[in-house]
């Protein structure tokens, strides 16, 4: 069965170093959402694709990360510097024409 | 801007019994409602999707209602299992490839 899959499964890193996160939707899928889920809360959308443009990317910390798609494929979300509130589970999800959405196993970030 | 809640935050319920679990939305121009579930530390598993046209859609042991005019749909799972325990998300796009708005979920519990 076609699944979203993301790496790493976790991740640990100091405050002020680099992170990147990585999602590879299924196959076919033009639209690729980027979401935050802080533990107890529901996600919250950082950024969205189609294909390998930004539809979306209004609640995204420009500051500090960035997501692209660069051949409309697989997308790449990178926090620098991170900081202690960035600790949360990163989902990537994907849906083919506006229809049902699909969701990776996540990574769960700790920024100690 | 859309609001979408999920009450009671947390419910135990003894083995067998049907789990009724509540949706609020405040804006009723939604293209489709999604109910999904996630294990702890892991990702979101799509159980049912409802289009804004639908007035239910079932799949086994759950059945899922939409009542757009009072901003509500209700999950309701059948004869309860220990399986059955983990958080429940329901999340709703305003339009065709929209982001997801999700609500806080709820956090269920079967004992055997």
């Known amino acids: 069965e076609a699944e979203v899959a993301q790496s790493p499964r976790y991740k640990i890193t100091e405050k002020s170093q680099a992170v990147a996160f990585w999602c590879d939707p299924i196959?076919?899928?033009?639209?690729l959402y980027w979401y935050r889920q802080i533990l107890g809360q529901g996600p919250e959308l950082l950024v969205q694709?189609?294909?390998?443009?930004?539809?979306?990317d209004s609640q995204l910390p420009k500051d500090r990360f960035s997501a692209e798609r660069l051949k409309g494929v697989d997308s790449t979300l990178k926090i620098q510097p991170a900081e202690l509130g960035d600790s949360a589970m990163y989902l990537c999800?994907?849906?083919?024409?506006?229809?049902?959405?699909?969701f990776g196993q996540g990574t769960r970030l700790t920024v100690v | 801007k859309q609001e979408v809640t999920q009450i009671p935050a947390a419910l135990s319920v003894p083995e067998g019994e049907n789990l009724v679990l509540n949706c609020s939305f405040t804006?009723?121009?939604?293209?489709?409602l999604q109910w999904f579930r996630q294990d702890p530390g892991k990702g979101l598993t799509s159980l049912l999707l409802?289009?804004?046209?639908?007035r239910e859609q079932t799949s086994g042991r759950l059945n899922a209602s939409l009542d757009k005019s009072s901003g509500r749909s209700t999950l309701y799972i059948a004869a309860s299992q220990p399986g059955d325990s983990a958080t429940y998300l329901c999340?709703?796009?305003?339009?065709?490839?929209?982001?997801?708005?999700f609500g806080g979920g709820t956090r269920v519990l079967v004992k055997p």
């Open positions: 999800a994907s849906s083919l024409a506006a229809t049902e959405a699909f």
């Open positions: 804006d009723s121009a939604i293209y489709n």
């Open positions: 999340a709703a796009p305003k339009a065709a490839g929209n982001k997801l708005t």
């Open positions: 694709f189609q294909d390998e443009s930004v539809v979306d």
């Open positions: 196959s076919g899928h033009a639209t």
């Open positions: 409802i289009q804004s046209s639908q």
